[in-house]
C-alpha cells in the first residue's frame, strides 16, 4: 500500500452545476464562477504546490483502487449564524475529485472509499487529504 498526504493551500468550493446553451442541434456544457476558477486555476496551482517536483514514474497517477480522506477547512465568514459551509460536502468531494484527475489518480471511479468532512476555520483556508492505494 502507498499513502500519499498532501495539504492544498486553496480556499475549497463545492461543486456546481453544469451549464447548458443550446444553439439550434448544438448543445454546450459548461461551468461558471468559482468552481471553474476552481478545477482552471487556483485548485491545480495549490496542487502543483502541494506535490513539488515529481517523477511521473513515482507511482503518479494511482491506477488501481484507492481509499480518500478529505478535510475541507473553509474560511469562516466574518458574520454568520452557519456551524458548518455552505455547500453539500459531496459536492466539496467532487470538486475535490475532478481536481486529482488525472494527476494523482485516472479516474474516480478508483475511489472505493470516500471520508470527507467540511468545517469552517479561522486559519488558512486549505483542504487536507490522504490518499491510500489499497492492496491487489
Aim: charged residues 25%; proline residues 7%.
Amino acid at each position: 500500500m502507498t499513502t500519499l498526504s498532501l495539504q492544498l493551500n486553496v480556499d475549497p468550493v463545492p461543486a456546481s452545476r453544469p451549464r447548458f446553451v443550446r444553439r439550434g442541434n448544438y448543445t454546450s456544457t459548461y461551468y461558471a464562477g468559482r468552481y471553474k476558477e476552481f478545477l482552471q486555476e487556483t485548485g491545480v496551482i495549490a496542487l502543483e504546490n502541494a506535490l513539488g517536483p515529481f517523477d511521473w514514474g513515482d507511482g503518479l497517477p494511482f491506477t488501481g483502487d484507492v481509499e480518500v480522506e478529505a478535510v475541507f477547512n473553509v474560511k469562516r465568514p466574518k458574520t454568520t449564524k452557519l456551524t458548518s459551509p455552505k455547500g453539500d460536502v459531496d459536492n466539496y468531494g467532487k470538486a475535490l475529485l475532478d481536481l486529482l484527475q488525472p494527476t494523482v489518480i485516472q479516474d474516480d471511479k478508483q475511489v472505493t472509499k470516500l471520508t470527507l468532512t467540511k468545517q469552517f476555520t479561522d486559519r488558512q483556508p486549505c483542504i487536507t487529504l490522504t490518499i491510500q492505494t489499497l492492496s491487489s
